[in-house]
């Protein structure tokens, strides 16, 4: 399979439009037509992750985090970064990363934190993407052609369904001209067409991938596409995301569970022990600073990680809760399901590549008074 196939199949489940301004995603070391065989899914560009990367004899090193923030003046190899890039490079091993992007995108980190801690009734928590109406006409008995074209790129999508659109029956004029290619009627011979008008809605951030499938769809030489900006957002995009339990625990027995099920090496959280925990909000890596729109939003709790002690403190003093299972914990969770989606997709390509998932867990040790 080739990297810039690759690439775009990543950038295409985390499209690049949903990350932070300052961030950084896409391909960052590695020849776009390389040939991959074996890809290797990790959390961050670690040396650990390289030499694993190594032993298997990875093509790619697939990750959550990038190594390349900031624009490099130089490759140190005395440094830690530099020895990566240096030996990425060497080994002819390509870094593709997907982060603020893969945090909100639909079955990204924070879905999949909010499985992993068994939440139901899922939804978007904090501002999501600008909403667009999407609009074009087609010659009877093309419409289906198109239609599916735009659902499959991710219009039409609402709330709990998908294929949401409208389809309108009409007559289009048009009077092809000199030096076009018409599939309808000749040039200079105005045309009247019986035509169906699809609409539907599509979140800002995908917009032009879905008028590159109508594009290619279409059977016009040059379709009319119409996108208008509607009032509102939508929950695609959201920072963060938030749902309920099955039913209401205490927060210190939530604590326990939610440990348990992210494989967490232990968490702190604060908050009154006793507390009722059912409503939860969730944001992987590190989101403190969200606490008081979960609040808003209704929930009892936030799980995220790294969570500093200002923020800790006005969250319990606010009567909310706040757990801290850590940065790795809480973000590490996706990373399985992203290699199976590269094995569905190299499947659905009938192409051949192994995919294997590398987790190192969190950099730190515990020490635990045993008083406490």
């Given at each position: 399979?080739?990297?810039?196939?690759?690439?775009?199949?990543?950038?295409?489940?985390?499209?690049?439009?949903?990350?932070?301004?300052?961030?950084?995603?896409?391909?960052?070391?590695?020849?776009?037509?390389?040939?991959?065989?074996?890809?290797?899914?990790?959390?961050?560009?670690?040396?650990?992750?390289l030499l694993e990367a190594q032993k298997i004899r990875a093509d790619l090193l697939l990750t959550h985090h990038p190594l390349l923030f900031k624009p490099l003046?130089?490759?140190?190899?005395?440094?830690p970064?530099?020895?990566i890039i240096s030996a990425l490079i060497k080994d002819k091993i390509a870094l593709l990363s997907a982060h603020t992007n893969l945090d909100r995108a639909e079955g990204g980190v924070n879905d999949c934190l909010a499985e992993a801690l068994g939440l139901q009734g899922v939804r978007g928590l904090g501002e999501g993407e600008p909403l667009l109406k999407?609009?074009?006409?087609?010659?009877?008995?093309?419409?289906?052609?198109?239609?599916?074209?735009?659902?499959?790129?991710?219009a039409g999508s609402i709330g709990a369904y998908r294929g949401c659109f409208f389809l309108g029956r009409g007559v289009g004029t048009f009077t092809p001209l000199a030096g076009s290619n018409p599939f309808i009627g000749e040039p200079g011979s105005p045309e009247r067409v019986d035509e169906v008008r699809i609409e539907g809605i599509v979140p800002k951030s995908l917009s032009g991938r879905v008028t590159g499938a109508i594009a290619r769809a279409h059977p016009y030489e040059a379709?009319?596409?119409d996108l208008y900006?509607?009032?509102?957002?939508?929950?695609?995009?959201?920072?963060?995301?938030?749902?309920?339990?099955?039913?209401?625990?205490?927060?210190?027995?939530?604590?326990?569970?939610?440990?348990?099920?992210?494989?967490?090496?232990?968490?702190?959280?604060?908050g009154q022990k006793e507390k009722k925990i059912l409503r939860v909000a969730v944001c992987g890596g590190s989101a403190a600073s969200l606490w008081p729109s979960a609040m808003a939003a209704g929930a009892d709790i936030l799980v995220t990680g790294d969570v500093?002690?200002?923020?800790?403190q006005e969250a319990a003093d606010a009567g909310f809760a706040i757990l801290d299972a850590g940065h790795a914990s809480t973000e590490t969770v996706v990373l399985s399901p992203l290699a199976e989606k590269l094995r569905n997709y190299a499947k659905a390509s009938k192409s051949k590549i192994k995919v294997s998932v590398f987790s190192e867990g969190e950099p730190f040790s515990f020490a635990v008074a045993k008083n406490q």
């Amino acid at each position: 399979m080739i990297l810039r196939d690759i690439a775009g199949e990543v950038m295409r489940l985390a499209p690049p439009g949903l990350a932070e301004s300052w961030d950084r995603c896409g391909l960052e070391v590695g020849d776009p037509g390389a040939q991959i065989r074996s890809a290797l899914v990790a959390l961050s560009p670690t040396k650990g992750a390289l030499l694993e990367a190594q032993k298997i004899r990875a093509d790619l090193l697939l990750t959550h985090h990038p190594l390349l923030f900031k624009p490099l003046a130089s490759i140190d190899q005395s440094t830690p970064q530099g020895q990566i890039i240096s030996a990425l490079i060497k080994d002819k091993i390509a870094l593709l990363s997907a982060h603020t992007n893969l945090d909100r995108a639909e079955g990204g980190v924070n879905d999949c934190l909010a499985e992993a801690l068994g939440l139901q009734g899922v939804r978007g928590l904090g501002e999501g993407e600008p909403l667009l109406k999407v609009a074009v006409t087609v010659p009877v008995g093309y419409e289906e052609r198109v239609r599916k074209a735009m659902d499959e790129a991710g219009a039409g999508s609402i709330g709990a369904y998908r294929g949401c659109f409208f389809l309108g029956r009409g007559v289009g004029t048009f009077t092809p001209l000199a030096g076009s290619n018409p599939f309808i009627g000749e040039p200079g011979s105005p045309e009247r067409v019986d035509e169906v008008r699809i609409e539907g809605i599509v979140p800002k951030s995908l917009s032009g991938r879905v008028t590159g499938a109508i594009a290619r769809a279409h059977p016009y030489e040059a379709p009319a596409i119409d996108l208008y900006l509607l009032a509102g957002s939508s929950d695609y995009g959201c920072t963060g995301r938030m749902g309920t339990l099955e039913k209401a625990v205490s927060l210190e027995k939530f604590a326990g569970t939610a440990m348990k099920a992210l494989g967490a090496p232990g968490v702190r959280f604060a908050g009154q022990k006793e507390k009722k925990i059912l409503r939860v909000a969730v944001c992987g890596g590190s989101a403190a600073s969200l606490w008081p729109s979960a609040m808003a939003a209704g929930a009892d709790i936030l799980v995220t990680g790294d969570v500093g002690y200002h923020a800790a403190q006005e969250a319990a003093d606010a009567g909310f809760a706040i757990l801290d299972a850590g940065h790795a914990s809480t973000e590490t969770v996706v990373l399985s399901p992203l290699a199976e989606k590269l094995r569905n997709y190299a499947k659905a390509s009938k192409s051949k590549i192994k995919v294997s998932v590398f987790s190192e867990g969190e950099p730190f040790s515990f020490a635990v008074a045993k008083n406490q």
